[in-house]
Structure formats: structure tokens, C-alpha cells
């Protein structure tokens, strides 16, 4: 009889694993809590903020640096509302192509 050797057997475990979270993920007993969706809510929230706010401080600064009226406050203001934007479709995208798998 011959002796199944250790990586062999490591492979077949890691197989097993892979194979029972699939199918929990089919039977659909992964469910999502209500914490879960408030703390989606918030980073949302904090992506959103947080390059709005970023944006507008350098923005500021610049406006002090080089003695412009207001236009590089708004200027940037803006690009970082964007730049806050495109972080949470990210991490929106990324949260549906997780529950796709």
C-alpha cells in the first residue's frame, strides 16, 4: 500500500475548505448583521468627507502660499469631492465583487 505523501494530503485539505465555503455561500447561511451595514455606511460616509476635507485644506494652503483670492480653494475643493467619490464607488465595486464569489 502506498503512503499518500504530506502536500498531497495539505492540497486535499485546503480542497475540502475552498468546497464547504462554497457551498455555504450557496445555501446562503453567510449573512450580513446589522453592524456590518452601518460600518459600510460609515466608511462610505468617511471616504466621502475625509477627500472633501483634504481638498479643501490644501486648497487653503495654497491659496495662502500663493495669495489667490479663493479660486484654489474651490478648485480643490472639488477635485478632492471627486477624489472622495471615486474611493467609495471603489470600495462599493469592491464590496459586489466579493458577494459574487
Known sequence: MQQIPEDIKALENKIAKIKSKTAEKES???????????????????????????GAALGYMLNEIFDFKFMLLVIFTI???????????????SLDETEER
Do not use: D, P
Not at 453567510?30 to 477627500?51: C, D, Q
Not at 477635485?79 to 465595486?93: E, P, Q, V
Open 28 to 54: 446562503g447561511e453567510i449573512k450580513h448583521t446589522k453592524f456590518s451595514h452601518i460600518a459600510i455606511g460609515l466608511r462610505l460616509g468617511v471616504e466621502l468627507a475625509s477627500g472633501t476635507i483634504i
Open 79 to 93: 477635485f478632492g469631492g471627486c477624489a472622495g467619490m471615486l474611493n467609495a464607488y471603489r470600495y462599493i465595486k
